[in-house]
Protein backbone atom coordinates (compact mmCIF):
# COMPACT_ATOMS: atom_id res chain seq x y z
CA UNK A 1 0.00 0.00 0.00
CA UNK A 2 1.35 3.30 -0.51
CA UNK A 3 1.35 5.94 1.90
CA UNK A 4 2.23 9.12 -0.65
CA UNK A 5 1.79 10.06 -4.03
CA UNK A 6 2.81 13.66 -5.35
CA UNK A 7 3.26 15.46 -8.52
CA UNK A 8 5.62 18.74 -8.16
CA UNK A 9 7.29 20.70 -10.59
CA UNK A 10 11.44 21.28 -10.35
CA UNK A 11 10.64 24.55 -8.99
CA UNK A 12 8.82 23.48 -5.71
CA UNK A 13 5.07 23.59 -7.17
CA UNK A 14 3.10 21.05 -5.83
CA UNK A 15 0.62 20.27 -8.69
CA UNK A 16 -1.14 17.03 -6.93
CA UNK A 17 -0.72 15.21 -3.85
CA UNK A 18 -2.34 12.05 -2.03
CA UNK A 19 -1.57 10.60 1.22
CA UNK A 20 -3.08 7.68 3.05
CA UNK A 21 -1.93 8.16 6.56
CA UNK A 22 -1.21 11.05 8.84
CA UNK A 23 2.52 10.85 8.86
CA UNK A 24 4.66 14.07 8.06
CA UNK A 25 6.44 12.91 4.81
CA UNK A 26 7.68 16.21 4.44
CA UNK A 27 11.51 15.69 5.71
CA UNK A 28 11.67 12.18 3.65
CA UNK A 29 10.51 14.23 0.70
CA UNK A 30 12.97 17.04 1.58
CA UNK A 31 15.90 14.65 1.95
CA UNK A 32 15.18 12.94 -1.49
CA UNK A 33 15.40 16.12 -3.23
CA UNK A 34 18.64 17.74 -1.32
CA UNK A 35 20.37 14.36 -1.45
CA UNK A 36 19.32 12.99 -4.91
CA UNK A 37 17.69 15.32 -7.40
CA UNK A 38 19.96 18.50 -6.25
CA UNK A 39 22.89 16.27 -6.13
CA UNK A 40 22.95 14.79 -9.72
CA UNK A 41 22.05 11.18 -8.32
CA UNK A 42 19.05 10.46 -9.98
CA UNK A 43 20.67 7.42 -11.56
CA UNK A 44 19.48 5.99 -8.19
CA UNK A 45 16.09 4.20 -8.57
CA UNK A 46 15.46 4.25 -4.67
CA UNK A 47 16.22 6.34 -1.84
CA UNK A 48 15.41 5.30 2.16
CA UNK A 49 14.87 7.91 4.80
CA UNK A 50 13.37 7.42 8.43
CA UNK A 51 12.18 3.85 6.92
CA UNK A 52 10.43 4.83 3.90
CA UNK A 53 11.27 3.96 0.76
CA UNK A 54 10.61 6.19 -1.89
CA UNK A 55 11.02 5.95 -5.88
CA UNK A 56 10.43 8.63 -8.18
CA UNK A 57 10.30 9.57 -11.98
CA UNK A 58 11.36 12.81 -13.86
CA UNK A 59 9.49 14.31 -16.66
CA UNK A 60 12.48 16.15 -18.20
CA UNK A 61 10.12 17.76 -21.17
CA UNK A 62 7.76 19.75 -18.88
CA UNK A 63 10.51 19.78 -15.36
CA UNK A 64 8.10 17.57 -13.35
CA UNK A 65 9.18 14.85 -10.47
CA UNK A 66 6.79 11.96 -9.59
CA UNK A 67 7.56 10.39 -6.30
CA UNK A 68 5.90 7.75 -4.56
CA UNK A 69 6.79 6.88 -0.81
CA UNK A 70 5.98 3.56 1.31
CA UNK A 71 7.43 1.89 4.22
CA UNK A 72 10.28 0.39 3.83
CA UNK A 73 9.84 -3.12 5.00
CA UNK A 74 7.27 -3.70 2.05
CA UNK A 75 8.35 -5.46 -1.42
CA UNK A 76 6.50 -3.34 -3.46
CA UNK A 77 6.59 -4.69 -7.26
CA UNK A 78 4.18 -2.92 -9.33
CA UNK A 79 5.68 0.88 -8.27
CA UNK A 80 7.47 1.03 -11.39
CA UNK A 81 5.08 0.20 -13.39
CA UNK A 82 2.56 2.38 -11.32
CA UNK A 83 5.34 5.32 -11.97
CA UNK A 84 5.27 4.60 -15.76
CA UNK A 85 1.40 4.52 -16.42
CA UNK A 86 0.84 7.14 -14.09
CA UNK A 87 3.59 9.29 -15.78
CA UNK A 88 1.55 8.92 -19.20
CA UNK A 89 -1.85 9.55 -17.44
CA UNK A 90 -1.02 12.72 -15.96
CA UNK A 91 0.52 13.76 -19.53
CA UNK A 92 -1.60 12.53 -21.51
CA UNK A 93 -4.83 14.02 -19.46
CA UNK A 94 -3.32 17.81 -18.46
CA UNK A 95 -0.71 18.21 -21.17
CA UNK A 96 -2.12 21.34 -23.03
CA UNK A 97 -2.56 22.98 -19.31
CA UNK A 98 1.74 22.07 -18.95
CA UNK A 99 2.43 23.23 -22.59
CA UNK A 100 0.83 26.87 -21.58
CA UNK A 101 2.59 27.16 -18.52
CA UNK A 102 -0.93 27.81 -16.38
CA UNK A 103 -0.54 26.81 -12.78
CA UNK A 104 -3.77 24.84 -11.83
CA UNK A 105 -4.37 23.85 -8.65
CA UNK A 106 -8.31 22.64 -8.25
CA UNK A 107 -8.42 20.11 -10.66
CA UNK A 108 -9.55 16.24 -10.61
CA UNK A 109 -7.25 13.49 -10.64
CA UNK A 110 -8.64 11.24 -8.05
CA UNK A 111 -10.45 8.66 -10.21
CA UNK A 112 -7.13 8.16 -12.78
CA UNK A 113 -5.20 8.00 -9.41
CA UNK A 114 -7.07 5.12 -8.09
CA UNK A 115 -7.87 3.35 -11.71
CA UNK A 116 -3.78 2.85 -12.46
CA UNK A 117 -2.94 2.54 -9.08
CA UNK A 118 -6.16 -0.61 -8.92
CA UNK A 119 -4.50 -1.97 -12.81
CA UNK A 120 -1.07 -1.67 -11.19
CA UNK A 121 -1.95 -4.54 -8.66
CA UNK A 122 -3.68 -6.63 -10.54
CA UNK A 123 -1.05 -6.97 -12.97
CA UNK A 124 1.38 -7.62 -10.00
CA UNK A 125 -0.95 -10.50 -8.55
CA UNK A 126 -1.24 -11.73 -11.99
CA UNK A 127 2.85 -11.83 -12.18
CA UNK A 128 2.84 -13.63 -8.64
CA UNK A 129 -0.06 -16.49 -9.38
CA UNK A 130 1.27 -17.08 -12.79
CA UNK A 131 3.92 -19.97 -12.23
CA UNK A 132 6.79 -19.74 -14.64
CA UNK A 133 6.42 -21.37 -17.81
CA UNK A 134 9.69 -24.01 -18.64
CA UNK A 135 11.65 -23.38 -21.28
CA UNK A 136 11.41 -25.44 -24.48
CA UNK A 137 14.19 -27.64 -25.48
CA UNK A 138 14.91 -26.02 -28.91
CA UNK A 139 14.90 -22.89 -25.98
CA UNK A 140 17.73 -24.34 -24.00
CA UNK A 141 21.26 -24.21 -23.97
CA UNK A 142 21.62 -28.03 -24.02
CA UNK A 143 19.95 -28.22 -27.45
CA UNK A 144 22.35 -25.46 -29.28
CA UNK A 145 25.40 -27.40 -27.71
CA UNK A 146 24.23 -30.91 -29.19
CA UNK A 147 23.68 -29.57 -32.49
CA UNK A 148 27.50 -27.66 -32.22
CA UNK A 149 28.70 -30.60 -31.12
CA UNK A 150 27.41 -32.37 -34.17
CA UNK A 151 29.38 -30.36 -36.33
CA UNK A 152 32.68 -31.50 -37.88
CA UNK A 153 35.38 -29.33 -38.78
CA UNK A 154 37.99 -29.58 -41.01
CA UNK A 155 41.63 -30.25 -39.42
CA UNK A 156 39.97 -31.12 -36.67
CA UNK A 157 40.63 -35.05 -36.73
CA UNK A 158 44.04 -35.04 -38.20
CA UNK A 159 44.95 -32.90 -34.88
CA UNK A 160 43.90 -34.77 -32.44
CA UNK A 161 45.33 -37.88 -34.22
CA UNK A 162 48.65 -36.22 -34.25
CA UNK A 163 48.27 -35.58 -30.91
CA UNK A 164 47.26 -39.00 -29.73
CA UNK A 165 50.87 -40.41 -31.86
CA UNK A 166 53.08 -37.50 -30.04
CA UNK A 167 51.88 -39.36 -26.58
CA UNK A 168 52.80 -43.02 -28.08
CA UNK A 169 56.31 -44.11 -27.20
CA UNK A 170 58.00 -46.64 -29.83
CA UNK A 171 61.39 -48.99 -28.62
CA UNK A 172 61.70 -50.52 -31.69
CA UNK A 173 64.38 -48.97 -34.34
CA UNK A 174 63.33 -46.07 -36.66
CA UNK A 175 64.66 -48.12 -39.83
CA UNK A 176 63.35 -51.06 -39.44
CA UNK A 177 59.34 -51.64 -40.04
CA UNK A 178 57.65 -54.10 -37.87
CA UNK A 179 54.06 -54.74 -37.78
CA UNK A 180 52.19 -54.03 -34.57
CA UNK A 181 53.46 -56.39 -32.07
CA UNK A 182 50.70 -58.73 -30.79
CA UNK A 183 48.82 -58.40 -27.02
CA UNK A 184 51.24 -59.87 -24.26
CA UNK A 185 50.05 -63.14 -22.92
CA UNK A 186 49.75 -62.56 -19.52
CA UNK A 187 51.37 -65.57 -17.30
CA UNK A 188 49.56 -68.01 -15.15
CA UNK A 189 49.53 -65.84 -12.33
CA UNK A 190 48.25 -62.79 -14.04
CA UNK A 191 51.50 -60.83 -15.30
CA UNK A 192 53.72 -61.42 -18.27
CA UNK A 193 55.48 -64.12 -19.01
CA UNK A 194 59.73 -63.77 -18.64
CA UNK A 195 59.98 -64.05 -22.32
CA UNK A 196 57.98 -60.81 -23.02
CA UNK A 197 59.61 -59.16 -20.01
CA UNK A 198 63.16 -60.02 -21.46
CA UNK A 199 62.77 -58.80 -24.98
CA UNK A 200 61.17 -55.48 -23.24
CA UNK A 201 64.35 -54.59 -21.70
CA UNK A 202 66.33 -55.46 -24.58
CA UNK A 203 64.41 -52.99 -26.88
CA UNK A 204 65.05 -50.37 -24.55
CA UNK A 205 68.79 -50.64 -23.46
CA UNK A 206 69.10 -50.80 -27.40
CA UNK A 207 67.17 -47.36 -27.79
CA UNK A 208 69.13 -45.86 -25.21
CA UNK A 209 72.33 -46.46 -26.74
CA UNK A 210 70.94 -45.28 -30.19
CA UNK A 211 70.05 -41.95 -28.21
CA UNK A 212 73.78 -41.70 -25.96
CA UNK A 213 75.61 -42.26 -29.86
CA UNK A 214 73.88 -39.21 -31.35
CA UNK A 215 74.44 -37.43 -28.98
CA UNK A 216 78.03 -38.31 -28.80
CA UNK A 217 78.31 -37.66 -32.50
CA UNK A 218 76.62 -34.11 -32.48
CA UNK A 219 79.34 -32.99 -30.05
CA UNK A 220 82.47 -32.64 -32.45
CA UNK A 221 85.63 -31.21 -30.39
CA UNK A 222 87.69 -28.48 -32.60
CA UNK A 223 90.66 -30.09 -32.06
CA UNK A 224 92.39 -31.74 -29.21
CA UNK A 225 94.75 -28.84 -27.80
CA UNK A 226 92.42 -26.31 -28.42
CA UNK A 227 90.46 -25.15 -25.18
CA UNK A 228 87.68 -22.69 -24.72
CA UNK A 229 88.46 -19.61 -21.99
CA UNK A 230 86.56 -19.69 -19.03
CA UNK A 231 83.58 -17.49 -18.62
CA UNK A 232 84.38 -14.59 -16.64
CA UNK A 233 81.72 -14.17 -13.49
CA UNK A 234 78.72 -11.68 -13.04
CA UNK A 235 80.67 -8.46 -11.60
CA UNK A 236 78.09 -7.03 -8.80
CA UNK A 237 77.36 -3.23 -10.21
CA UNK A 238 78.98 -0.31 -8.02
CA UNK A 239 76.57 2.07 -7.45
CA UNK A 240 77.87 5.89 -7.00
CA UNK A 241 75.88 6.72 -3.78
CA UNK A 242 76.05 2.94 -2.84
CA UNK A 243 78.37 3.58 0.18
CA UNK A 244 80.73 0.83 2.32
CA UNK A 245 80.84 -0.44 5.42
CA UNK A 246 82.87 2.29 6.71
CA UNK A 247 79.29 4.62 6.20
CA UNK A 248 76.90 1.97 8.68
CA UNK A 249 77.72 4.73 11.44
CA UNK A 250 76.28 7.55 9.88
CA UNK A 251 73.41 6.09 8.29
CA UNK A 252 72.54 3.98 11.03
CA UNK A 253 69.22 5.87 12.02
CA UNK A 254 67.57 3.62 14.94
CA UNK A 255 68.92 5.39 17.77
CA UNK A 256 68.62 8.97 18.24
CA UNK A 257 72.27 10.78 17.18
CA UNK A 258 73.62 13.41 19.68
CA UNK A 259 73.44 15.79 16.38
CA UNK A 260 69.37 15.08 16.64
CA UNK A 261 68.94 16.41 19.72
CA UNK A 262 70.92 19.29 19.50
CA UNK A 263 68.19 19.94 16.44
CA UNK A 264 70.97 20.91 13.62
CA UNK A 265 68.47 20.85 10.48
CA UNK A 266 68.99 23.21 7.99
CA UNK A 267 65.50 24.45 6.94
CA UNK A 268 64.48 25.48 3.48
CA UNK A 269 64.03 29.41 4.16
CA UNK A 270 62.17 29.34 0.90
CA UNK A 271 58.71 27.29 2.30
CA UNK A 272 58.24 29.69 5.34
CA UNK A 273 55.46 31.59 4.46
CA UNK A 274 54.13 29.93 1.33
CA UNK A 275 51.06 28.44 3.28
CA UNK A 276 49.73 31.00 5.17
CA UNK A 277 45.66 32.16 4.81
CA UNK A 278 43.16 29.64 3.15
CA UNK A 279 45.40 26.69 1.07
CA UNK A 280 45.56 27.46 -2.72
CA UNK A 281 43.14 25.71 -4.99
CA UNK A 282 44.46 22.66 -7.65
CA UNK A 283 44.95 23.80 -11.08
CA UNK A 284 45.01 21.45 -13.77
CA UNK A 285 46.40 22.63 -16.97
CA UNK A 286 44.95 21.77 -20.37
CA UNK A 287 47.55 20.69 -23.22
CA UNK A 288 48.35 22.57 -26.25
CA UNK A 289 47.49 20.01 -27.74
CA UNK A 290 43.56 19.60 -26.71
CA UNK A 291 43.03 23.50 -27.52
CA UNK A 292 44.33 23.07 -30.98
CA UNK A 293 41.67 20.22 -31.18
CA UNK A 294 38.62 22.32 -29.78
CA UNK A 295 39.63 25.23 -32.50
CA UNK A 296 39.62 22.77 -35.11
CA UNK A 297 36.43 21.56 -33.81
CA UNK A 298 35.28 25.13 -33.67
CA UNK A 299 36.47 25.98 -37.25
CA UNK A 300 34.25 22.45 -39.01
CA UNK A 301 31.03 23.48 -37.07
CA UNK A 302 31.36 26.84 -38.63
CA UNK A 303 31.72 25.08 -41.90
CA UNK A 304 29.12 22.61 -41.41
CA UNK A 305 31.50 20.34 -42.44
CA UNK A 306 30.90 16.53 -41.00
CA UNK A 307 32.31 16.39 -37.09
CA UNK A 308 35.68 14.48 -36.04
CA UNK A 309 35.12 11.11 -33.94
CA UNK A 310 35.00 12.00 -30.49
CA UNK A 311 33.08 10.99 -27.49
CA UNK A 312 30.28 12.53 -28.21
CA UNK A 313 30.28 12.20 -32.24
CA UNK A 314 27.52 9.54 -31.64
CA UNK A 315 24.62 12.39 -31.85
CA UNK A 316 25.34 13.12 -35.12
CA UNK A 317 22.26 11.52 -36.89
CA UNK A 318 19.78 13.54 -33.56
CA UNK A 319 18.76 16.49 -36.00
CA UNK A 320 16.09 18.58 -35.69
CA UNK A 321 13.25 18.95 -32.85
CA UNK A 322 12.60 15.83 -31.32
CA UNK A 323 12.06 14.51 -27.46
CA UNK A 324 15.69 12.51 -26.84
CA UNK A 325 14.90 8.94 -25.70
CA UNK A 326 16.96 6.55 -24.21
CA UNK A 327 17.16 4.64 -27.32
CA UNK A 328 18.68 7.60 -29.13
CA UNK A 329 21.17 8.10 -25.98
CA UNK A 330 22.10 4.61 -25.30
CA UNK A 331 25.00 3.82 -27.89
CA UNK A 332 26.31 7.15 -26.58
CA UNK A 333 25.81 6.87 -22.81
CA UNK A 334 28.15 3.41 -23.75
CA UNK A 335 31.15 5.55 -25.03
CA UNK A 336 30.61 8.03 -21.88
CA UNK A 337 30.61 5.46 -19.80
CA UNK A 338 34.04 3.71 -21.26
CA UNK A 339 35.71 7.04 -21.12
CA UNK A 340 34.80 7.85 -17.17
CA UNK A 341 35.91 4.15 -16.55
CA UNK A 342 39.21 4.91 -18.40
CA UNK A 343 39.87 8.24 -16.53
CA UNK A 344 40.08 5.60 -13.17
CA UNK A 345 36.43 6.20 -12.20
CA UNK A 346 34.82 3.11 -10.59
CA UNK A 347 32.70 0.93 -12.77
CA UNK A 348 29.43 1.16 -10.65
CA UNK A 349 29.93 4.82 -10.38
CA UNK A 350 30.56 5.26 -14.08
CA UNK A 351 27.16 3.81 -14.91
CA UNK A 352 25.18 5.67 -12.02
CA UNK A 353 26.61 8.60 -13.61
CA UNK A 354 25.57 7.70 -16.75
CA UNK A 355 22.06 6.95 -15.83
CA UNK A 356 21.83 10.13 -14.28
CA UNK A 357 22.26 12.38 -17.27
CA UNK A 358 20.09 9.61 -19.31
CA UNK A 359 17.47 10.41 -16.75
CA UNK A 360 18.17 14.27 -16.78
CA UNK A 361 17.75 14.43 -20.32
CA UNK A 362 15.26 11.97 -21.34
CA UNK A 363 12.47 13.91 -22.45
CA UNK A 364 14.16 17.05 -23.28
CA UNK A 365 13.13 18.44 -26.70
CA UNK A 366 16.70 19.14 -28.63
CA UNK A 367 17.15 21.13 -31.75
CA UNK A 368 20.27 20.39 -34.14
CA UNK A 369 23.46 18.10 -34.00
CA UNK A 370 25.45 20.92 -32.33
CA UNK A 371 23.04 21.83 -29.94
CA UNK A 372 22.49 17.84 -28.51
CA UNK A 373 26.50 17.78 -28.20
CA UNK A 374 26.54 20.16 -26.84
CA UNK A 375 23.74 19.70 -23.90
CA UNK A 376 25.04 15.94 -23.51
CA UNK A 377 28.32 17.65 -22.25
CA UNK A 378 27.34 20.38 -20.66
CA UNK A 379 24.48 17.86 -18.65
CA UNK A 380 27.79 15.58 -18.14
CA UNK A 381 29.91 18.12 -16.70
CA UNK A 382 27.24 20.05 -14.53
CA UNK A 383 26.54 16.94 -12.81
CA UNK A 384 30.04 16.22 -11.87
CA UNK A 385 30.92 19.96 -10.78
CA UNK A 386 27.81 19.29 -8.71
CA UNK A 387 28.95 15.65 -7.30
CA UNK A 388 32.37 17.48 -6.28
CA UNK A 389 30.72 20.62 -4.52
CA UNK A 390 30.96 20.28 -1.13
CA UNK A 391 27.59 19.75 0.58
CA UNK A 392 28.83 21.68 3.77
CA UNK A 393 31.74 23.86 3.84
CA UNK A 394 34.85 22.44 5.85
CA UNK A 395 36.91 25.42 6.86
CA UNK A 396 39.37 24.10 9.35
CA UNK A 397 40.57 27.84 10.69
CA UNK A 398 37.45 28.39 11.36
CA UNK A 399 36.74 25.81 13.18
CA UNK A 400 40.10 25.74 15.52
CA UNK A 401 39.28 29.58 15.93
CA UNK A 402 35.99 28.67 17.49
CA UNK A 403 37.12 25.67 19.38
CA UNK A 404 40.44 28.48 21.03
CA UNK A 405 37.58 30.32 21.96
CA UNK A 406 35.65 27.33 24.16
CA UNK A 407 39.03 26.85 25.23
CA UNK A 408 39.64 23.27 24.21
CA UNK A 409 41.66 21.85 21.44
CA UNK A 410 40.40 20.76 17.58
CA UNK A 411 40.75 17.29 17.11
CA UNK A 412 40.90 15.77 13.90
CA UNK A 413 41.74 11.83 13.52
CA UNK A 414 43.44 10.38 10.28
CA UNK A 415 42.76 6.89 9.39
CA UNK A 416 42.71 4.47 5.85
CA UNK A 417 44.65 1.68 4.29
CA UNK A 418 48.12 0.54 4.74
CA UNK A 419 50.81 2.79 2.43
CA UNK A 420 48.72 5.81 0.84
CA UNK A 421 50.63 8.85 2.97
CA UNK A 422 48.78 9.14 6.07
CA UNK A 423 51.90 10.54 8.19
CA UNK A 424 53.27 12.19 5.33
CA UNK A 425 49.98 14.36 4.12
CA UNK A 426 49.48 14.89 8.39
CA UNK A 427 53.04 16.54 8.55
CA UNK A 428 52.10 18.67 5.50
CA UNK A 429 48.99 19.95 7.15
CA UNK A 430 50.82 20.07 10.41
CA UNK A 431 52.75 22.64 8.49
CA UNK A 432 49.79 24.57 7.65
CA UNK A 433 48.47 25.01 11.00
CA UNK A 434 51.67 26.66 12.10
CA UNK A 435 52.25 28.36 9.08
CA UNK A 436 48.75 30.02 10.67
CA UNK A 437 50.48 30.70 14.24
CA UNK A 438 48.33 27.64 15.76
CA UNK A 439 50.00 25.19 18.26
CA UNK A 440 49.51 21.85 17.36
CA UNK A 441 49.98 18.43 19.12
CA UNK A 442 50.79 15.20 16.96
CA UNK A 443 48.96 12.28 18.86
CA UNK A 444 51.11 8.95 17.74
CA UNK A 445 48.70 6.39 17.95
CA UNK A 446 50.10 3.96 14.88
CA UNK A 447 51.09 1.65 17.54
CA UNK A 448 51.78 -1.04 15.36
CA UNK A 449 53.49 -0.54 12.06
CA UNK A 450 57.46 -0.24 13.20
CA UNK A 451 59.17 3.08 12.44
CA UNK A 452 55.61 5.00 12.95
CA UNK A 453 56.74 7.04 15.99
CA UNK A 454 59.78 7.53 14.76
CA UNK A 455 58.57 9.14 11.31
CA UNK A 456 56.50 11.49 13.04
CA UNK A 457 59.31 12.31 15.45
CA UNK A 458 61.27 13.14 12.88
CA UNK A 459 58.88 15.40 11.11
CA UNK A 460 58.13 17.39 14.21
CA UNK A 461 61.97 18.22 14.54
CA UNK A 462 61.81 19.85 10.89
CA UNK A 463 58.86 21.63 11.39
CA UNK A 464 60.04 22.98 14.61
CA UNK A 465 63.24 24.48 12.77
CA UNK A 466 60.96 25.58 10.53
CA UNK A 467 59.17 27.70 12.91
CA UNK A 468 62.11 27.63 16.01
CA UNK A 469 60.56 28.74 19.51
CA UNK A 470 62.44 32.29 19.10
CA UNK A 471 60.07 33.30 16.49
CA UNK A 472 57.27 32.62 18.31
CA UNK A 473 57.63 34.06 22.05
CA UNK A 474 59.31 30.73 23.42
CA UNK A 475 56.50 28.37 22.37
CA UNK A 476 57.44 25.46 20.68
CA UNK A 477 54.80 25.18 17.72
CA UNK A 478 54.93 21.27 17.16
CA UNK A 479 54.88 18.49 19.76
CA UNK A 480 54.84 14.78 19.37
CA UNK A 481 52.70 12.80 21.98
CA UNK A 482 53.78 9.13 22.11
CA UNK A 483 53.79 6.23 24.54
CA UNK A 484 55.28 4.02 22.34
CA UNK A 485 54.31 0.61 21.00
CA UNK A 486 51.67 -1.81 21.41
CA UNK A 487 49.27 0.31 23.61
CA UNK A 488 45.86 0.98 23.09
CA UNK A 489 45.23 3.69 20.49
CA UNK A 490 41.89 4.94 21.93
CA UNK A 491 43.84 5.22 25.36
CA UNK A 492 47.17 7.43 23.92
CA UNK A 493 44.36 9.65 22.04
CA UNK A 494 42.31 10.40 25.23
CA UNK A 495 45.48 11.14 27.08
CA UNK A 496 47.23 13.35 24.20
CA UNK A 497 43.60 15.45 24.12
CA UNK A 498 44.14 15.76 27.59
CA UNK A 499 47.34 17.24 27.91
CA UNK A 500 46.86 19.24 24.82
CA UNK A 501 44.21 20.92 26.69
CA UNK A 502 46.28 21.33 29.50
CA UNK A 503 48.84 22.74 27.98
CA UNK A 504 46.94 25.28 25.77
CA UNK A 505 47.38 23.30 22.28
CA UNK A 506 44.99 24.65 19.37
CA UNK A 507 44.30 21.59 17.19
CA UNK A 508 45.26 17.82 17.94
CA UNK A 509 46.10 15.47 14.90
CA UNK A 510 45.40 11.90 15.77
CA UNK A 511 48.03 9.47 13.48
CA UNK A 512 45.97 5.92 13.23
CA UNK A 513 47.65 2.80 12.32
CA UNK A 514 47.11 1.74 8.50
CA UNK A 515 44.21 -1.60 8.15
CA UNK A 516 42.76 -2.76 5.44
CA UNK A 517 39.00 -2.45 5.45
CA UNK A 518 38.17 -6.58 5.70
CA UNK A 519 40.43 -6.52 8.96
CA UNK A 520 37.73 -6.41 11.99
CA UNK A 521 40.09 -6.28 15.22
CA UNK A 522 41.51 -3.15 13.87
CA UNK A 523 38.28 -1.87 12.33
CA UNK A 524 36.69 -2.59 16.04
CA UNK A 525 39.84 -0.08 17.54
CA UNK A 526 39.43 2.57 15.06
CA UNK A 527 35.88 2.75 16.11
CA UNK A 528 36.41 2.72 19.46
CA UNK A 529 39.16 5.56 19.31
CA UNK A 530 36.39 7.28 17.68
CA UNK A 531 33.73 6.97 19.54
CA UNK A 532 35.76 6.90 23.15
CA UNK A 533 37.40 10.67 22.16
CA UNK A 534 34.62 12.15 19.59
CA UNK A 535 37.21 13.93 17.25
CA UNK A 536 36.08 17.26 15.62
CA UNK A 537 36.90 15.95 12.00
CA UNK A 538 37.81 12.57 10.68
CA UNK A 539 39.60 12.61 7.98
CA UNK A 540 40.07 9.34 5.44
CA UNK A 541 43.54 9.47 3.12
CA UNK A 542 43.17 7.35 0.37
CA UNK A 543 45.36 7.38 -3.32
CA UNK A 544 44.12 9.58 -6.41
CA UNK A 545 46.00 6.04 -8.19
CA UNK A 546 42.80 3.35 -7.19
CA UNK A 547 39.63 2.71 -9.14
CA UNK A 548 36.66 0.35 -8.21
CA UNK A 549 38.93 -0.11 -4.85
CA UNK A 550 38.48 3.29 -3.67
CA UNK A 551 34.77 2.41 -3.43
CA UNK A 552 35.24 -0.88 -1.66
CA UNK A 553 37.55 0.99 1.20
CA UNK A 554 34.84 3.81 1.61
CA UNK A 555 32.09 1.69 1.65
CA UNK A 556 33.56 -0.56 3.92
CA UNK A 557 35.07 1.74 6.05
CA UNK A 558 31.94 3.66 6.81
CA UNK A 559 29.98 0.43 7.36
CA UNK A 560 32.57 -0.54 10.16
CA UNK A 561 32.28 2.51 11.83
CA UNK A 562 28.24 1.87 12.45
CA UNK A 563 28.21 -1.10 13.01
CA UNK A 564 30.58 -1.39 15.36
CA UNK A 565 29.61 1.84 17.82
CA UNK A 566 26.76 1.34 19.89
CA UNK A 567 25.53 5.15 19.18
CA UNK A 568 22.19 5.96 17.51
CA UNK A 569 23.87 8.42 15.56
CA UNK A 570 27.32 6.88 14.48
CA UNK A 571 30.55 9.33 13.64
CA UNK A 572 31.95 8.83 9.97
CA UNK A 573 33.87 10.02 7.64
CA UNK A 574 33.53 13.86 7.96
CA UNK A 575 36.26 14.65 4.64
CA UNK A 576 39.19 12.75 2.25
CA UNK A 577 42.35 13.89 1.95
CA UNK A 578 43.47 12.78 -1.44
CA UNK A 579 47.28 11.73 -1.85
CA UNK A 580 49.63 11.09 -4.76
CA UNK A 581 47.52 13.03 -7.05
CA UNK A 582 50.81 14.53 -8.77
CA UNK A 583 50.88 10.54 -10.32
CA UNK A 584 47.79 10.64 -11.88
CA UNK A 585 48.16 13.11 -14.90
CA UNK A 586 44.69 13.45 -16.33
CA UNK A 587 42.87 10.53 -14.16
CA UNK A 588 41.26 12.04 -12.00
CA UNK A 589 38.78 9.62 -12.06
CA UNK A 590 39.06 8.70 -7.89
CA UNK A 591 38.19 12.20 -6.51
CA UNK A 592 34.33 11.67 -8.45
CA UNK A 593 34.64 8.00 -6.92
CA UNK A 594 35.11 8.79 -3.72
CA UNK A 595 32.75 11.98 -3.48
CA UNK A 596 30.19 10.14 -5.01
CA UNK A 597 30.17 7.19 -2.92
CA UNK A 598 30.36 9.52 0.48
CA UNK A 599 28.85 12.31 -0.20
CA UNK A 600 31.78 14.07 1.75
CA UNK A 601 33.99 16.55 -0.04
CA UNK A 602 37.63 16.27 -0.26
CA UNK A 603 39.53 18.73 2.05
CA UNK A 604 42.84 18.13 0.77
CA UNK A 605 44.92 17.30 -2.25
CA UNK A 606 48.48 16.18 -1.45
CA UNK A 607 50.67 16.83 -5.01
CA UNK A 608 53.97 16.02 -4.04
CA UNK A 609 56.79 15.10 -1.22
CA UNK A 610 57.74 18.60 0.63
CA UNK A 611 55.26 20.04 3.23
CA UNK A 612 54.15 23.03 0.88
CA UNK A 613 52.83 20.53 -1.38
CA UNK A 614 49.12 21.01 -0.33
CA UNK A 615 46.33 22.38 -2.01
CA UNK A 616 42.35 22.52 -1.90
CA UNK A 617 40.13 20.64 -4.14
CA UNK A 618 39.67 22.84 -7.17
CA UNK A 619 36.05 21.22 -8.69
CA UNK A 620 36.32 22.71 -12.23
CA UNK A 621 39.68 22.08 -12.72
CA UNK A 622 39.12 18.29 -12.26
CA UNK A 623 35.76 17.87 -14.35
CA UNK A 624 37.92 19.36 -16.95
CA UNK A 625 40.57 16.94 -16.68
CA UNK A 626 38.17 14.40 -16.40
CA UNK A 627 36.30 15.74 -19.97
CA UNK A 628 39.46 15.82 -21.71
Keep these: MLDLFTIFSKGGIVLWCFQSTNQIFTPSVNALIKNVILQERTGLNTFDHNGLSLQYKLDNEFDLVFVVAYQKILQLSYVDKFLNDIHLEFRDKYKNELSDGQIFNNFSFVDSYNKTLQKAEEWANCQARQPKQMRTFEESLKSKKTVASMIEKKGEEKSTVKAVKKKEVNFVDEGVKVSPPASPKPAGNGFLDEDTLAANRARLAKKMQQKKGKGDAKKSPKSPTSHTP ?152 ESLVQILSPKRRVDILRDCLEAQKQQRPYVMTFCGVNGVGKSTNLAKICFWLIENNLRV ?184 ALMK
Design 230 to 381: EKAGKKPRVWDLGGTNKDLQTLERTLDKPEDAKDNFTPDTEMIGQMKGVIKDLEVESSDEESEEEEEVEIETKNQKPSRGGMFSIFKGLVGSKNLTMADMEPALEKMKDHLIAKNVAADIAAKLCESVAAKLEGKVLGTFESVASTVKTTLT
Design 441 to 624: LIAACDTFRAGAVEQLRTHMRHLNALHPPEKHGGRQMVQLYEKGYGKDAAGIAMEAIRFARDSKFDVVLVDTAGRMQDNEPLMRALTKLIKVNEPDLVLFVGEALVGNEAVDQLVKFNQALADYSSKVNPHLIDGIVLTKFDTIDDKVGAAISMTYITGQPIVFVGTGQTYTDLKALNAKAVVH
